[in-house]
């Protein structure tokens, strides 16, 4: 890493902390174990048929052929019975976005949030190299960057390297712009992607606003989506009275809390932010997991691809 950003543990991570993450992917493997090939399953169809193949065309049916592979719509419709056929399903792609936005930038228990989101990503990629899938990432929250699907070890690392870069820093936007470059990253990664492709999102709720969630609606049309809602523990429980102290590592303030309306207040806010994202992420088809920022991110990312609600990730099913 850049010698003036060094590795922080909880704090800021860096490409080593990301490639020791491989060893974990046995645990995960055995933790999300299922029998379909989309591990973004769901109301969501699929495109390919089991593990391995997938749909070409369909033809007429001739004695012999599996009568398991019928394809009834064409039958019905041209009144002469047909069987489908199937190829070899292409190479995958597994892409990450992560979320570099200022408020990512924070956290009281364990880490910040930014570094929960690149374990989650780091996680997500070896896994998706062990099957086989190309890999590609991008960032929105400060601007927009992307890294190509590419297959191997070599495209795990490229993307793991990129994280490393898009880690947040001081002065990074507000919460207003970030969710418009996050709409702009989405759409720079849509025109990359191949039909088909899987996507996890590792974000913060202020950055899901209605521009990203319509351009994630637009992903949605051809891609399996899953997002991480990434959550302190501050943000998620009510406080005890207190006069808090707080800082961005250069200047120190105080967040009084002391009455019971204040608290109620803190805590009203960041449930409406947390239901406005989930609710329009929702909407434009997005599975959507809570995760806290003292969660094991191993248990975290199996709960998510499992489907399951697990201790530090509360999952919302998109309708």
């Not at 007429?60 to 190829?87: C, E």
């Not at 870069?165 to 990253?185: D, I, N």
């Not at 025109?191 to 949605?220: C, H, T």
Request: charged share 25%; with cysteine.
């Amino acid at each position: 890493m850049d010698s003036a950003n060094p590795s922080i543990p909880g704090v800021r991570f860096d490409l080593r902390e990301l490639v020791a993450l491989r060893a974990c992917v046995p645990r995960l493997a055995r933790m999300t174990q299922r029998r379909s090939a989309d591990l973004f399953s769901g109301g969501h169809q699929s495109p390919f048929r089991g593990r391995g193949m997938e749909y070409a065309e369909s033809r007429p049916y001739a004695p012999g052929d599996d009568v398991r592979h019928i394809d009834w719509r064409v039958t019905a419709r041209s009144g002469r019975t047909h069987t489908k056929l199937f190829q070899p399903e292409r190479e995958r792609i597994t892409a990450v976005v992560y979320d570099r936005s200022a408020a990512m930038a924070f956290g009281t228990r364990t880490c910040f949030k930014s570094v929960q989101a690149g374990r989650l990503a780091a996680l997500m990629l070896w896994h998706s190299m062990q099957q086989g899938h190309r890999l590609a990432a991008a960032a929105g929250g400060s601007g927009v960057e992307f890294v190509p699907p590419t297959g191997g070890r070599r495209g795990v690392l490229r993307a793991l390297d990129a994280l490393v870069r898009w880690q947040p820093q001081r002065g990074m936007q507000t919460s207003e712009a970030a969710a418009a470059e996050l709409a702009r990253g989405v759409d720079a990664l849509r025109r990359i992607l191949r039909p088909g492709s899987q996507v996890l999102l590792l974000l913060d709720a202020r950055s899901v606003d209605d521009a990203s969630a319509a351009a994630l609606a637009r992903l949605r049309a051809h891609h399996d989506l899953a997002a991480c809602l990434i959550e302190d523990a501050i943000e998620c429980a009510a406080l005890p009275a207190g006069d808090y102290r707080v800082s961005d590592g250069q200047r120190t303030g105080h967040l009084y809390l002391e009455s019971r309306q204040a608290r109620a207040r803190w805590q009203e806010h960041f449930t409406v932010q947390r239901e406005a994202a989930i609710e329009r992420l929702r909407r434009a088809g997005v599975r959507v997991s809570r995760v806290v920022t003292e969660a094991d991110p191993v248990d975290a990312l199996a709960a998510l691809l499992r489907g399951a609600t697990e201790l530090g990730a509360r999952q919302e099913s998109a309708a």
